[in-house]
């Protein structure tokens, strides 16, 4: 199998703080894969490189054979990379219809041949025009009853359902979730994950997301990278990462406390 | 036309055109200047909607008013329409330069700039003998598509101007509504998230810019035509400051308000200065601090408001 999206070498310092050391990854179509790691690690930033938020100082990114490394977020989300947010960025004072056709219209846009072509009828990837393929998002994402409310009204679990609806509109190649289930109650977390994985699976997405909750990562990632320091320190299925000594140390946090104050002083 | 906005533009228009051979002289210029000066509210709205305010709208008005005026002087070209067209012409250009460096300022600071540039032009003009320094000089247009012009105009300027203000307010509310002008208020919500669907905010936001500097020299360049005299006053910020007042007045809720304000506006000029010669100003203050308290949306949204509730 041949990687959709592979990271070479990727570092980045934030003064003396080494946010990236080295990271490589190659991540195989049609997978899912959760991001797992203290505050701190690098995944964020790791997200951040990839959608050209962030110029990594060394490496490379390369997404279907084609380097984006330091393109601009825009370039890259009309690649077929697109991203949500852990706080969801959405238009506060538009409803949540207007919020999705907002969308439309810019990959309506960008569909155009050449600067004075004319706008497609229908939106690539829906082939329905512009207000049913927005509708259809809303069913999909169960926010039909929200459709005309303003967005900075809602509460925040559909906030984050919205704000991942939003990124289904350029009809993504490979999806980053950035902690899709934060902020989120616990009975919640698991309907969320659900729904997106659904409207993902349907269209074939590859997907990358960044999580906390352990439980969620064990469900839904079919690969897991654990990061700490900058680096990966552990890459495989979630049974295997999730069971690693180091991961339980770093990432986790389960070490047994006298064996935490045994390691402090050795 | 299925549209409430553009049919009701359409009959204002109507009205306009047909009331318009009986009105008095007073009033005729009363209106006309009016729609001159709701031209640059029209594009002050869709800075606004963009999250901008600028406080230089002034530059475009007055660049607009001197285009017209120097064409007619200099080149001896003296059709009103022309004249206009050659103001909307000179505003675009100007925009479409200075817009490199404004669509990255957001905020006072954007509206600082503008207000800068703005005096930079006032600036230039008051030292410029070949354009009358601070008296300004006359402009007067003497035919209007090849047609004779009677005196100054008069009720031909003002068909010129409502066509005008109303098939500008028309395209606006299509801009507005279409793919690239719906950006405008996800452009104030969230820049950010703009940039990550795929779009670019500075190249929307360069292009509401110069379009309300197309709108600002249109309506410069009515009022050149309507007044018959332009000065560097236009371009002085208590100008644009009065275009912001009356944008805040009408509310952004239709491309109707900024041309409906406006006409009020002028209207509580005039007779605040009539009534009260030495504290007019003092009038203006109190009608914007009720506006503030009581419709902090404009006017506008007293009809928006009525129409919901029917």
């Known amino acids: ?266 | 036309m299925r549209d409430v906005t553009i049919r009701s533009l359409a009959v204002a228009l109507a009205l306009v055109l047909a009331a318009g051979p009986w009105l008095p002289q007073w009033a005729l210029s009363l209106l006309t200047i009016s729609l001159g000066k709701g031209l640059v509210v029209l594009g002050l709205l869709l800075l606004m909607r963009t999250g901008l305010v600028s406080f230089g709208q002034g530059l475009y008005y007055c660049l607009g008013a001197y285009a017209a005026g120097v064409l007619a002087q200099w080149t001896g070209l003296y059709d009103a329409v022309a004249m206009l067209v050659f103001s909307a012409i000179v505003s675009v250009l100007v925009a479409s330069v200075l817009g490199l460096l404004l669509a990255s300022y957001r905020g006072i600071f954007f509206a600082m700039l503008s207000l800068a540039f703005s005096m930079i032009l006032y600036g230039l003009l008051i030292k410029m003998p070949a354009f009358g320094s601070s008296d300004g000089f006359n402009v007067v247009a003497r035919t209007m598509l090849g047609i004779e012009l009677a005196g100054k105009g008069g009720y031909a300027v003002l068909a010129l101007a409502a066509v005008s203000a109303c098939a500008a307010a028309m395209a606006l509310h299509r801009y507005l509504g279409s793919h690239l002008g719906s950006l405008a208020p996800a452009i104030r919500d969230n820049e950010l998230r703009v940039e990550y669907m795929g779009a670019s905010v500075r190249g929307a936001v360069h292009l509401n810019y110069a379009i309300a500097a197309l709108l600002a020299g249109m309506g410069g360049g009515v009022t050149a035509l309507s007044v018959g005299h332009i000065d560097p006053e236009m371009a002085y910020w208590t100008t644009s400051g009065e275009f912001v007042f009356v944008a805040i007045l009408s509310g952004t809720g239709s491309v109707a308000a900024p041309l409906a304000g406006s006409i009020l506006f002028e209207w509580l000029r005039s007779y605040a200065y009539q009534y009260s010669p030495n504290t007019w100003q003092m009038v203006l203050g109190a009608a914007m601090l009720l506006i503030i308290m009581f419709l902090p949306a404009g006017l506008w949204s007293v009809l928006a408001r009525r129409n919901k509730g029917a």
Do not use: W
Not at chain 1, 65 to 71: F, K, L, N, Q, V
Not at chain 1, 89 to 94: E, I, P
């Open chain 1, 1 to 266: 199998m041949t990687a959709i999206l592979e990271a070479k070498g990727l570092s980045k310092n934030f003064g003396a703080v080494t946010a990236a050391a080295g990271i490589s990854a190659g991540i195989e179509r049609d997978t899912v894969t959760g991001l797992i790691g203290t505050n701190g690690a690098g995944k964020t930033t790791f997200v951040n490189m990839i959608t050209g938020h962030l110029k990594p100082d060394a490496g490379t990114i390369v997404f279907e054979g084609r380097e984006i490394t330091a393109m601009l977020p825009r370039r890259i989300t009309r690649l077929g990379i697109c991203r949500s947010f852990q706080i969801p960025q959405l238009y506060d004072s538009l409803t949540v219809f207007q919020n999705l056709m907002v969308g439309m219209s810019i990959v309506l846009r960008n569909a155009r041949g050449g600067m004075f072509s004319r706008v497609p009828s229908t939106v690539p990837g829906f082939g329905l025009p512009a207000p049913d393929a927005a509708a259809a998002l809303l069913a999909q994402f169960d926010l039909v009853r929200f459709r005309d409310r303003p967005a900075g009204e809602l509460p925040e679990g559909i906030r984050k359902l919205l704000d991942i609806a939003m990124t289904m509109a350029a009809k993504p190649k490979v999806l980053l979730l950035d902690e899709p289930t934060s902020g989120v109650s616990a009975e919640e977390k698991f309907a969320i994950m659900d729904m997106v994985m659904e409207a993902v699976r349907a269209q074939g997405v590859t997907v990358l997301f960044v999580e906390h909750d352990m439980d969620i990562v064990a469900r839904y990632a079919g690969r897991v990278l654990a990061f700490f320091d900058g680096r990966i320190i552990s890459d495989g299925p979630p049974d295997v990462v999730l069971a690693d000594a180091e991961v339980r140390k770093y990432v986790i946090g389960e070490a047994a406390p006298d064996r935490g104050k045994a390691a402090a002083h050795a």
